[in-house]
């Protein structure tokens, strides 16, 4: 299997320390994120017929009597020809940019399809709990309580951000179909059901993914913290996350420029989920990982954080020996994956972050 993955979880106890005010950051946090979807659910925001995510459930046209096995089974049936259909990137195909899908602002963004194994049972399922649209990688540093449809949309040809979108297709009709069985008065569409739940998730998974992100362009671009951190200004009552925040990304760097890293999976583990509630962003690719036509799609995050890594153990003047040989051994076929990308500005992206972990790596063998 020629791809980069993330490390599966072991039982190995790390040495590491826990952010001080963890506790306390969490708890702003958890104000915030219920501040933010009590506001939501009062708004009348419908996603726009043109956005993907509704395109795909009205090609769907799941009926709140159906079963739930049957909506699983469908949807898992039909899958791939709605990938096709609306060019996301699945086994069958390699998508194309979309633009006005979650971030906005002129961000143009890959969609690929997460394959979705999951047993679902009617008795413990929660809309609330379901992750139907993940934020898998980005440039935006950005973190707040901003909705996407208050965001601007696209104007002209320009390209702001990049970022690569999942969408669980399971997790959307099975979400859609408890929206539809809320026997919701008003605001009973798809646009509305996008806009209250999958949007407002991929929201708060894009927060935790900005601490990768703001890690990334400090430790390897060597951008200064605070100019890095910024908060979206919202109408409703939040409290100030940004004290917590700026300390909690300066600990991570000062524990990782001060102490020994035992392997990649030591350096993740340090990173806390800044919600109490389960918003991490790792995902497994599955068998996506084993196909060169959605290989690529996977690898970005992972290169971003394989730099990071490599870069802190070269300066701890330690050999990164768990991911020297695969990142050496992989490299030609990673760049010939990344051809398969039809925009210039997504392949740009990517060859910068190859051709940096290649020369990273290159770098901490001479150790």
């Not at 990688?137 to 979108?165: F, W």
Request: with cysteine; hydrophobic share 40%; net charge neutral.
């Amino acid at each position: 299997m020629r791809t980069l993955s993330f490390p599966k979880p072991t039982n190995t106890l790390y040495p590491t320390l826990r952010f001080t005010d963890l506790a306390n950051m969490r708890r702003q946090t958890e104000y915030n994120r219920k501040a933010f979807i009590g506001w939501v659910r009062q708004q009348p925001f419908n996603v726009e017929n043109e956005n993907l995510l509704v395109g795909l459930l009205q090609q769907l046209s799941i009926n709140a009597e159906w079963t739930l096995d049957y909506v699983v089974g469908y949807t898992r049936f039909r899958a791939y020809s709605l990938c096709t259909l609306f060019k996301i990137t699945s086994l069958h195909q390699v998508g194309v940019a979309q633009k006005d899908g979650f971030y906005r602002n002129n961000a143009r963004e890959h969609w690929c399809l997460i394959e979705n194994t999951k047993t679902y049972s009617e008795d413990t399922l929660s809309i609330d709990e379901l992750r139907p649209v993940i934020p898998l990688c980005s440039t935006v540093t950005q973190h707040g309580y901003s909705h996407p449809l208050t965001r601007n949309k696209a104007e002209g040809s320009s390209v702001g951000d990049l970022a690569i979108m999942g969408v669980d297709l399971v997790e959307l009709a099975v979400g859609w179909w408890l929206y539809q069985r809320m026997g919701m008065e008003k605001d009973g569409g798809p646009g509305a059901y996008i806009a209250q739940y999958p949007f407002v998730q991929a929201q708060l998974i894009h927060n935790q993914l900005s601490v990768l992100n703001i890690l990334y362009e400090h430790i390897i671009h060597d951008v200064p913290i605070k100019e890095l951190i910024s908060f979206d200004s919202v109408i409703f009552t939040t409290v100030s996350e940004k004290r917590e925040f700026v300390k909690y990304i300066e600990f991570l760097v000062n524990f990782y420029k001060n102490r020994r890293l035992q392997s990649f999976e030591h350096f993740l583990v340090v990173i806390d989920s800044i919600y109490a509630q389960p918003y991490f962003n790792y995902v497994g690719a599955g068998r996506a990982a084993l196909f060169s036509q959605t290989q690529w799609i996977w690898e970005p995050s992972i290169l971003k954080l394989y730099s990071i890594y490599l870069k802190l153990c070269t300066a701890m003047g330690v050999k990164a020996s768990d991911v020297n040989t695969i990142i050496d051994r992989t490299h030609r076929n990673r760049v010939q994956n990344f051809n398969r990308v039809p925009e210039s500005y997504f392949k740009g992206w990517f060859y910068q972050l190859c051709d940096e972990t290649y020369a990273l790596n290159l770098e901490n063998l001479k150790r």
